[in-house]
């Protein structure tokens, strides 16, 4: 019963657009299934197919297959908030989930909102049976935000980060029902492929939508024994050995496709929700999982749709995590929503060669409540900020991976030559300075900032949000 008038005025609310837009999207004559891997904290420089030494033949062999893009970003630097935005294609102050939760007192009431439309929801507007397996971490316990009220048919999986010493933390769920408590970590990645897998192998008459969201590479850093070399030692080995183990869960997902002779049917994207923690590799980037540099942003994205998207396609056009919305509700036939701004957009010119143009014209990093920086095609300017502007996540720890937690004057870069962002270019372009300082001020207006409510900004809830008690 829970929710039971919105959803019902929401799938009423789909029916009429999609009746009313057959032609938005070129129907295709067979619904495509699509699997969204989802990982977590692997970064920039992670994988094999963008500059590591770490072997990954099996998400190589994905990029090759399809589009890999160099300039993926993502809409927060940590993981709720990401999956937010990853979920209903907006950013994470427009749709009211820009600080990452835990299971303590103060976030009990705090998850995605009930009435946000989510890719699942839309998808199954359009008659897809939709299936979750792995993290979820937008307020499982929250009344309405759990993945079975945001439009999945099936959910199995650990709800937010592992954790043994934290209650619930180590909980495996099958829909709302414990499958296991106490969960060994180390076999999780196997039983959620084994489920992927068996699923995808399953005789099904209506196009899949599968939502696989991975733990790696989140600590705890505990591969299974089989990734495991006993001579290696060390958190660096933990990780290559975690990394490998992603890569072989990726492989049987594919596998999976192949063999089932759905694979010229099935859109395979895979991308991580930020950048690396500490154990993780952004190179070239500066930065990683909880700043605003490009390391906490720009992330691994892969698409993969034989027949449909062109084969060794590497694109430095700029996309989004945001875009995969629209992009679904395009190839699955469905306009999303024209209620409520969207900040995605449709990508399938880009992945299919009719374009090498990206379709944004701006890009907004934003730490929590803070807009940091703004960017428009080269140029990347962080905007000046206070270390009390920060969100709990940024304000301790490292400073050399968490540079500029306080600022006075702005900062620009030139992306293209200067990935790093090591060259402050300020004083040589006063011009472009001013155009993207008018810009922070038009969507602080928009959809807020520390100090300051946007028009078009979901309220939170939550009581001092920048500390994490």
Known sequence: MK???????????????????????????????????????VGYGDLGCYGSNRKTPEIDRLARDGFRSTDCLVAAN????????????R???????????????????????PDELTIAELLKSAGYYNKMVGKWHLGFHVEGSHPLDAGFDEYLGLHSNYSDTVAD?????????????????????????DEVVEFIKGDRREPFFIYFSHHIAHSPILPSKPFKNPADKGRAAAYGAFIAELDHSVGRVRAAVEESGIAENTLIVLMSDNGPARDGSAEPLTGGKYVTM??????????????????????????TSMDLLPLFCHVAGVAPPSDRTIDGKNIIDLLTGETDQSPHEWFYYYNGLNLQAVRKGKWKLHLPRTKADQPYWAKKGDSVRKPYLSLNQPLL????????????????????????????????????DV?????????HGLINPNEKG
């Open 169 to 193: 933390a180590d909980t495996l769920y099958r829909n709302r029902e414990v499958e296991e408590a106490h969960v060994d970590f180390e076999k999780v990645t196997k039983l959620y492929t």
């Open 3 to 41: 929710r039971c008038h919105q959803i019902l005025a929401l799938a009423a609310a789909c029916m009429t657009l999609f009746g009313a837009n057959l032609a938005w999207a070129e129907q295709p004559s067979q619904k495509p299934n699509i699997i969204l891997l989802f990982v977590d904290d």
């Open 451 to 459: 100090h300051i409510q946007g028009s078009d900004q979901r309220p």
């Open 294 to 319: 490009e390391g906490g942003h720009r992330v691994p994205g892969i698409f993969r749709w034989p027949g449909k998207i062109p084969a060794v396609q590497v694109s430095d056009a700029l996309i």
């Open 413 to 448: 870069f030139n992306l293209e030559s200067d990935i790093s962002e090591t060259q402050n270019v300020v004083s040589q372009h006063p011009e472009v300075v001013t155009e993207l300082m008018k810009q922070a001020d038009r969507i602080r207006a928009e959809i807020g």
């Open 78 to 89: 940590v993981c709720g908030p990401s999956r937010a935005a990853l979920m209903t294609g």
């Open 91 to 113: 950013y994470p102050m427009r749709c009211g989930h820009p600080i990452s939760r835990h299971n303590t007192p103060k976030y009990e009431q705090y998850g995605i909102a």
